[in-house]
């Protein structure tokens, strides 16, 4: 299968409109990826390996926000005379928004994944959690290993805010807890809470493309049989020892009467995608349910941690 490729350079407050503008205008797919700003008249006359390369992450993970002044929108439209008419239409519409000449071309099927996956190499975070691209070993012999293959839309690990939830994890005593991975995108932290020793984990998220990845990803780990899935309108009535969210700072503030209900009395919670400057606002939410930990901080991002206060 092929696609029509439309790239657009622009500017970061601009992109949720033309976000929206392809998706009406029929686009399959909507992807961000960083603006050059040294290069802006480089986007024109990619080969189908250049554009492989240029777009090692296809879409931001779940809790993940791009910081770039210029974003480059990468929208895919089927190959068809319809959808070709589609891309054409869209370009020319939204000409005037970009800070650059859009570009269009057609780009062939590929094994996306396993481009992707070439230059990633196993990641120790704490003592003892590996996340390794399927084909690799580790040799020590109290590794937790987690084998993931990140598809095209979710994370691996690599990103400071999922890193900071795994070295909590790794930190936390697990055994026989359960846990709620709120937000989990590509599933990796419910499944290294279960590697971890957790008996079970619920994975919510609103994109069923994240819940497929998850339960594919739960499956190759072997840990599909304790764990659930499920969209946040869908949740159970129950409580969690655990409850890791790593979303942004708005949603988590916004949803913090609904992540306390859910974490039990003497359960602990981590909250991530934070900047840091978000950290007050973020932990001022949860201060009169949690006791809250001192912020941990990797690369501008926080994580927030604390235990549940028992109920009055």
């Not at 239409?89 to 071309?105: D, G, K, N, R, V």
């Not at 230059?119 to 020590?140: D, M, N, V």
């Not at 359960?178 to 957790?198: H, N, P, V």
């Amino acid at each position: 299968m092929a696609w029509i490729e439309l790239e657009l350079l622009v500017d970061r407050d601009a992109a949720p409109l033309i976000e929206a503008a392809l998706e009406n205008a029929g686009a399959l797919a909507v992807t961000l990826d960083q603006g050059n700003d040294e290069d802006n008249d480089g986007l024109a006359g990619l080969t189908d390996a250049d554009a492989a390369h240029r777009h090692q992450v296809l879409e931001p993970a779940p809790g993940e926000t791009p910081l770039w002044r210029q974003l480059r929108i990468t929208a895919l439209f089927d190959a068809s005379p319809a959808g070709s008419q589609q891309a054409e239409s869209a370009a020319q519409l939204l000409t005037t928004h970009c800070l650059a000449p859009p570009s269009l071309h057609r780009l062939e099927d590929q094994p996306w994944e396993r481009l992707w996956l070439e230059g990633l190499q196993p990641q120790r975070f704490g003592e003892r959690l590996w996340i390794c691209p399927r084909g690799h070993a580790i040799e020590a012999a109290d590794a937790v290993v987690i084998d993931l293959d990140p598809g095209l839309a979710f994370g691996t690990g690599h990103h400071a805010t999922t890193a900071l939830c795994l070295e909590w994890l790794d930190r936390t005593p697990l055994a026989g807890s359960t846990l709620i991975d709120f937000g989990c995108g590509s599933g990796i932290l419910a499944i290294a809470a279960l590697k971890l020793g957790a008996v079970r984990a619920l994975a919510v998220d609103h994109d069923p493309q994240a819940l497929e990845a998850t339960l594919e990803n739960a499956r190759a780990n072997g840990v599909d049989e304790r764990l659930s899935v499920c969209e946040p309108g869908r949740m159970p009535r129950e409580t969690a020892d655990l409850l890791v969210a790593n979303i942004l700072a708005g949603p988590l503030v916004e949803l913090a009467p609904t992540l306390s209900q859910l974490t039990r009395p003497g359960g602990q919670l981590a909250l991530s995608g934070i900047l840091l400057h978000q950290a007050d606002n973020v932990s001022s939410a949860y201060r009169a349910t949690f006791a809250l930990e001192p912020p941990l901080e990797r690369e501008d991002w926080v994580l927030i941690s604390g235990q549940r206060r028992a109920s009055p």
